[in-house]
């Protein structure tokens, strides 16, 4: 981390080695097309590589894959067709103009809606629709005294972590070597393994540092597998780096849901049964989380509330559109919206206060919802969060939310320690992005085997250091990574004891140990957490945030200074959902996002207070630790939306909210 402060990071775009050559990607301008011609350096006609699906397309009879250089149709304003090389940057860039592509355009999909219907993007399917699933059973409840039914959007959002991608690839003849910017280097040689068709173990994977990623770096995209395979065929050093309007076009984007909702309750305001259809917008290919997405969404309908009835639809549809992949929370945030807005909707329609119906819906016990989601007692910790979070009955300008946190347990995680020369080196399988791993991982070091901070050392990802791992996303990192860790020094502690009879610092750094393990967790990981948002109104912008209080059980807090800077974070971004973050394509499928400033990113001038509360319930895993990273773009935004719905006095069903709609009051 001090590296980083002082300006000594070595992020993926530092990287020079000799003879090196610089990769150019050209891409679709248009969001659907035949290509009826195509002539360049490398084309898809050469590199036949895909990448492969998760789900299979509406009635295809086999997966859609999505080209690595598409060599048929374009598919989205964005996807490569051709690549080419030069020596630096800027002739690569003339080279790219060399390239000649001929296109016959054809109408594109880009209303999710609209896709029910239209005619399939994708030749050989029968639909527009994938990953459509059915869970829970179908009810109806004739004396409810309440039912309510809405429709609720979130809008897709381009990730913009603050270094886009980037990879630099070299090829000795036997191993292929990728340093990369990324949230696992695992996954990223499985991909490029199955891509080029090779095995794995002629692959080495090293994590540079990584300048933030919020689940855009968990995939294998097209440009790596094309910077692999060119210096494969030249036997050279090839560095691509993402440009930032490249990654508003080419990145997977988030979000990107909407649900028609309806709820039964009685007079009390207890929900008696809720039904959601959901449909995703899983862009042009089922990659990323597109065919996950509706599953994930739909487990979650419930929220962390006792709700006995439950049946969900939810589909994902293909549009001439980015492909969709994990934005921070991916899935939870939409379903934690969906239900939330639909709880505020029980308390403005029975007049009961807004925590209270959450209350009455909470239960005292640990609840397994319907749907298979665990969710420990709701009721004692709304109480208490209520009176964290300093929530005062009647105020009509906060918002209020409650949320269960499911974090990414499955299927586990993994670590290497070695013991040499008197330092204690530690691998995960999942490494940082940004989180500071480095913190709790001298901590539970230090605490178990009593080795001075100093003699700890910390490495990135590095698949021939560990060749085994998942990555860091959902939550997971110090959970599962923290888990592994602790199994490692444990046979590490009983290498020295079998050694020397006993267990002492002075035995273990004098010797060499080596301990490498996978750890399986045997259940679900999920937590608690509130969120209270304040707005007042401001003479220039309509609306001001005055304060966001976040009340979070993170089980036992192993970095608390990392946790609040977390929480900060993610609670800012949460804010640009609301207010100001969108990927908006216009009727032909282009994107109306040109710039960093049209994507609409908060600055520091719209970042409101944060206050950040830990309830710190321990987890039943050894460290006691659970999951936060996610949490405040899994609670705030709900409450944001509430707390502005009763500024404004009109409802609100769509992230981000159109600006008009808050103008328009003040005007």
Do not use: C
Not at 221 to 236: F, N, T, W
Not at 481 to 501: F, N, S
Not at 595 to 618: F, N, Q, R, W, Y
């Amino acid at each position: 981390m001090q590296s980083y402060i002082l300006g000594k990071g070595k992020f993926v775009d530092d990287f020079y080695l000799p003879g090196m050559l610089y990769l150019k990607v050209v891409r679709s301008n248009y969001a659907r097309a035949r290509i009826l011609r195509v002539k360049g350096e490398i084309t898809g006609h050469e590199l036949k590589a895909v990448l492969p699906s998760v789900g299979e397309g509406g009635g295809a009879e086999q997966s859609i894959n999505f080209p690595v250089l598409a060599t048929q149709s374009v598919n989205f304003v964005g996807q490569p067709v051709a690549a080419v090389l030069g020596k630096d940057r800027y002739e690569a860039e003339d080279a790219a103009d060399s390239v000649e592509v001929e296109y016959e355009p054809l109408k594109p999909v880009v209303d999710p809606e609209q896709a029910l219907i239209s005619e399939p993007i994708h030749p050989g399917t029968s639909s527009n629709e994938f990953g459509k699933v059915e869970m829970g059973k179908d009810f109806e409840i004739k004396d409810a005294s309440i039912v309510i039914e809405k429709t609720l959007k979130n809008e897709r959002i381009i990730p913009n972590p603050i270094e886009p991608r980037g990879v630099v690839t070299d090829y000795d003849g036997s191993t292929l070597t990728v340093w990369i910017s990324t949230q696992s280097v695992h996954s990223i040689r499985g991909g490029m393994a199955t891509a080029l068709g090779i095995d794995k173990n002629s692959i080495r994977v090293i994590q540079t540092d990584t300048g933030g990623a919020f689940g855009t770096k968990s995939a294998l995209y097209p440009e790596y597998v094309i910077a692999a395979y060119a210096s494969m065929k030249l036997r050279r050093p090839v560095k691509w780096i993402e440009s930032r309007s490249e990654h508003l076009v080419a990145t997977n984007q988030g979000r990107g849901a909407r649900a028609r909702m309806k709820v039964y309750a009685d007079a009390k305001g207890k929900v008696l049964g809720i039904k959601s259809d959901i449909l995703v917008d899983g862009g042009a290919y089922p990659v990323g989380i597109a065919s996950f997405a509706p599953r994930f969404i739909g487990y979650q309908i419930t929220g962390p509330y006792a709700i006995k009835n439950v049946y969900v639809k939810a589909r994902g549809v293909f549009t001439n559109k980015v492909p969709l992949g994990p934005y921070r929370g991916a899935g939870r945030p939409e379903a934690a919206f969906f239900v939330e807005r639909m709880m505020d909707a029980v308390a403005k329609e029975t007049g009961i206060d807004p925590v209270e119906v959450r209350l009455e819906n909470a239960a005292s016990e640990q609840f397994v919802s319907p749907l298979g989601l665990k969710v420990d007692p709701l009721k004692p910790f709304l109480q208490k969060a209520a009176r964290e979070l300093g929530y005062v009955k009647g105020s009509n300008n906060i918002g209020f939310s409650s949320f269960v946190l499911v974090s990414s347990a499955q299927p586990g995680e993994s670590a290497r320690i070695k013991v040499s020369e008197g330092i204690v080196n530690v691998w995960l399988g999942g490494s940082s992005h940004g989180q500071g791993h480095e913190g709790f991982v001298k901590k539970l070091v230090q605490e178990s085997l009593h080795v001075p901070e100093g003699k700890i050392a910390y490495h990135k990802g590095d698949t021939k250091e560990l060749d085994e791992g998942v990555g860091s996303w959902g939550s997971r990192s110090a959970i599962m990574g923290g888990m592994a860790l602790l199994e490692a020094i444990k046979r590490i502690k009983d290498q020295v004891k079998a050694k020397h009879g006993s267990y002492s610092v002075d035995e273990l750094l004098k010797g060499d140990y080596e301990a490498k393990v996978f750890y399986t967790p045997s259940d679900q990981s999920t937590s608690l957490g509130a969120n209270l948002v304040e707005v007042e109104r401001d003479t220039v912008k309509g609306i001001r945030i005055k304060r966001i209080v976040a009340y979070y059980d993170v089980g036992r807090a192993l970095n608390p200074a990392m946790i609040e800077s977390q929480v900060i974070g993610g609670s800012i971004q949460a804010v640009g959902q609301v207010l100001y973050e969108v990927a908006r394509y216009n009727e032909d499928g282009q994107p109306l996002v040109g710039s960093i400033a049209d994507a609409g990113l908060p600055t520091a001038v719209e970042a409101p207070h944060v206050m950040v509360k830990l309830a710190e319930i321990p987890s039943a895993l050894e460290h006691k630790a659970k999951g936060v990273g996610e949490s405040p773009t899994i609670g705030v935004p709900p409450a944001l939306v509430k707390a502005i719905e009763n500024v404004i006095n009109q409802e609100i069903h769509e992230t981000p909210i159109p600006y008009e709609q808050i103008t328009k009051f003040f005007a």
